[in-house]
């Protein structure tokens, strides 16, 4: 019989990654930059794209059928779903992939299986278990730091810190690292379920994660890993080692 080292080695999970909804003329296209696919795959996970749909219970039949579910940048999160009006500088919003993605993360927190969150993604993580959203960083919180720069996405722009003993921090090895930064709204109050656990130095919040004695595994990061995967430092290509890490577990031990 395999043992279960064999079968991790052997076996390539199916992530399903959410896509975003982009309009021309009077046809709407799905979207997903390629990056995401290609740091996945280069992980040994096969990545499929999750359109969203109509019909938010479709997410249950989707997600009973991955092993893991990665959420991806794009456009603002409408402030409706935290009880706020639209602020002047708000842009486009979709809610059509605000409701399928809220579907697929309750889906996903339903069945325990693994969520890595990017940018968006983490932002409307935390809005889908309770929490709410700075709708414009650069009038809504002071600070020196530009969080959407005019520099290449796979460029370091400013630094972030990890405290003390989480998941993102083992997956990096880090306390302390440099990231991308392509994002104007951000996480204010973090849900209940959720922890902080990554920081710039202007307090703008890069990184929550699912409690330490949860079954959940569930990170978010407010940057870009998947734009650098590809750079001298491992720092971005580890944290998709450690989820395909913790994927490949979690199936083993559903067999």
């Known amino acids: 019989m ?3 080292r064999s079968k991790v080695v052997s076996f390539r999970p199916i992530v399903a990654v959410s896509a975003a909804i982009r309009s021309e003329s009077d046809v709407s296209s799905a979207r997903l930059r390629t990056t995401y696919l290609a740091a996945l795959e280069n992980a040994r996970l096969v990545p499929i794209v999750a359109a969203p749909l109509s019909e938010p219970d479709a997410a249950d039949a989707l997600v009973e059928r991955m092993d893991a579910l990665v959420l991806t940048g794009g456009s603002d999160v409408n402030p409706a779903l935290f009880g706020e009006k ?8 979709s809610d059509l992939r605000d409701q399928w993605e809220i579907a697929l993360i309750r889906a996903a927190k339903r069945r325990a299986i693994p969520l890595l969150a990017i940018c968006r993604g983490a932002q409307i993580l935390n ?3 309770g929490g709410t959203l700075l709708q414009d960083l650069p009038s809504q919180h002071a600070g020196d730091i530009n969080h959407d720069p005019d520099r290449p996405r796979n460029s370091r722009t400013h630094s972030v810190e990890l405290p003390g003993e989480s998941r993102l921090a083992r997956a990096v090895g880090l306390t302390h690292m440099e990231v991308n930064s392509v994002h104007h709204q951000s996480i204010e109050r973090v849900a209940d379920e959720l922890r902080v656990v990554a920081v710039a130095p202007d307090g703008v919040i890069e990184g929550v994660e699912s409690a330490a004695d949860s079954p959940w595994w569930c990170v978010g990061v407010q940057w870009h890993p ?9 720092w971005d290509r580890d944290i998709f080692a450690a989820f395909a890490d913790v994927v490949m577990l979690s199936r083993v031990a559903k067999e």
Not at 226 to 233: G, N, P, V
Request: glycine share 4%; proline share 17%; charged share 15%.
């Open 2 to 4: 395999p043992s279960s």
């Open 86 to 93: 639209p602020h002047p500088m708000l842009g486009p919003v």
């Open 127 to 129: 809005v889908a278990l």
């Open 226 to 234: 998947e734009d650098l995967t590809q750079t001298a430092e491992s």
